[in-house]
């Protein structure tokens, strides 16, 4: 008998950490349909202050178009939503921090908070860098670029997948320094180590550049150059959190 009474309480920890990531899959969920719902009947301006920069380029008579039929009620209702994902980015790192706060270690969480804000930061910092300095310069580039006779007329649909891959590249190149920070403090590397692959770092930023972006030079050095002044920040920070994780190992 107690063998059968032994057993609920050792599987009961489990049920009880799937019930709390159940509960704040459910916030997380409720907290971006909430967000959803308020940006839902801005579609159109959001869309609209989307494709501004490249609307800035296109010759006097020239639009964009809708070629399939559903495009120009959808297209706006799947920028909202994919809004509203990145505007509640802060509640879903908040959410995950939580679930993963209890089993970390004193240490532990003074470090994680702070690389969760600033791996929110960073992300929407590369939003805003791709918005307001990469789409001008490779929008300009790409419609003055236009053989003579071709009237540049931009789907909607297609537009938004081209920018929301921009976004999404650039987003994930700003986490460089938290990728380099987390590397070294897990032991797996040395900022030593990483100075002496500096490199083929800059080698594999323009590769990532490359397959990332559209294949236009602008956009990848765009890239690039960022994603290596960024890791070159990240083993900056990454040298003072060495030091003084050993100053706290010779103390302890």
């Known amino acids: 008998m107690s063998q059968f009474e ?44 989307l494709s501004e920069p490249l609307l ?23 920028l909202a939503l994919v809004a ?3 505007a509640s980015m802060p509640v879903i790192l908040y959410q995950l921090w939580a679930f993963v706060a209890p089993g970390l270690y004193r240490h532990e969480k003074r470090l994680i908070l702070p690389l969760l804000v600033g ?30 006779g071709v009237a540049v007329m931009t789907d909607i649909a297609k537009y938004l997948d081209f920018v929301l891959t921009l976004f999404f590249a650039f987003g994930l190149a700003f986490e460089v320094p938290i990728f380099t920070i987390l590397l070294v403090w897990t032991g797996l590397t040395t900022p030593k180590n990483l100075a002496e692959k500096r490199p083929y ?17 602008i956009s990848q050095t765009l890239l690039a150059v960022p994603i290596w002044l960024l890791f070159e920040s ?19």
């Open 234 to 252: 990240g083993l900056l920070f990454s040298r003072f959190f060495v030091r003084k994780s050993e100053d706290e190992e010779a103390v302890g």
């Open 201 to 217: 770092v800059i080698v594999g930023a323009f590769i990532v550049g490359m397959f990332l972006t559209p294949p236009d030079a």
């Open 6 to 49: 032994a057993e609920p309480g050792e599987e009961q920890p489990f049920i009880s950490h799937l019930v709390e990531l159940r509960n704040r899959l459910l916030r997380v969920v409720l907290f971006v349909l909430v967000v959803f719902l308020a940006a839902a009947p801005f579609a159109n301006e959001i869309y609209a202050y």
């Open 56 to 78: 800035r380029f296109l010759p006097e008579n020239s639009t964009m178009i809708a070629i399939d039929v559903a495009s120009p009620f959808f297209t706006p209702f799947k």
């Open 119 to 148: 791996s929110t930061l960073l992300f929407y910092l590369g939003i805003a860098f791709a918005y307001f300095v990469v789409f001008p310069l490779v929008f300009g580039f790409l419609t003055a670029a236009a053989p003579s």
């Open 84 to 86: 509203s994902v990145f």
